[in-house]
């Protein structure tokens, strides 16, 4: 397989799909796929099913993702870093935003020597959600966004700590922000794990290229799994990155974050690196209500 080729023909591919020339693209993408590109065929299977839907819409895929070989030191590192938070700040009550099936905090949960008395998750997926209650059974969970979350909280709520792992960039940025204005009067600390993705500007030969290497890189992690990630996880989200009405991926930069957070009302107190991933450095992020 040459890697330089099938690159190439997937990076022109997602120029394509972007400018919606989808018979081109899937000429590229047949020809990227016959030289070895997993994100190639999963994008092809996709677009034969018009699948541009959220992709977090079908959770075996999601699951085989965030435990496939590459995930786990990532996993790891970010459960590390959360229950070494617990342990120095000691928080009473916790809340986390978008918490999957627990795998990032379920391990802290369990690795810290501090107790949380209380425990409420916010996950919209009912399966995802499902399974982290059966894995921890103290939570009290909330199948609902955070956008409707925030909006419906009492003037009484209040949690000693929020939290979320890679699920804000899931959130539309102008509805994220208005959500953490709102979280603000509701929290004494937020902590956010995400990627600190390359500054490239869309639409440009680079953006398309860092982008095929990227994903191509996340399927190829997930070994054996690589096809059904490609296909049922990773081509809804790049799909929605290209061309969806409403994207359903809003990565940004570390900096772009922090600036993000300052303008919802928080002041950041640390900022982290917590470990080197195939897809950006996973980076952790403390604030406190400005």
Known sequence: MNTQEWST???????????????DARDLLAMASERGSSMAAGLLR???GNDVSNAYDQPRAFERFIRGDGNRALYDAVSAELASIYATHR???????????????APAIRASDHAIPRLDVVEPNNTLLAGLMANLPTVEGHETTLE??????PATAHWDMAQSTFALQSIAPAA????????????????????????????????????ATRYEQAASDCGEDADLVAGGF???????????????????SKTAWIIELADAGFRVVRVTHVHAYSWANAFLLEAVPA
């Open 9 to 23: 023909l997937l990076a022109n591919a997602l120029a394509a799909l972007e400018a919606g020339k989808d018979s």
């Open 91 to 105: 928080p009473h009550s916790l809340l986390d935003i978008g918490a999957g099936d627990g795998m990032a905090l």
């Open 46 to 48: 996709a677009l034969a």
């Open 234 to 252: 990773l081509a809804p989200m790049l799909l929605g990155q290209l061309r969806a009405a409403a994207p359903s991926n809003h990565e940004q």
């Open 176 to 211: 994220r922000q208005a959500a953490l204005r709102l979280l603000a009067a509701h929290v004494d600390r937020l902590v956010i794990v995400e990627f600190d993705v390359p500054n490239l500007v869309a639409g440009t030969p680079e953006y398309h290229a860092s982008l």
């Open 148 to 153: 409707q979350f925030a909006s419906d909280l």
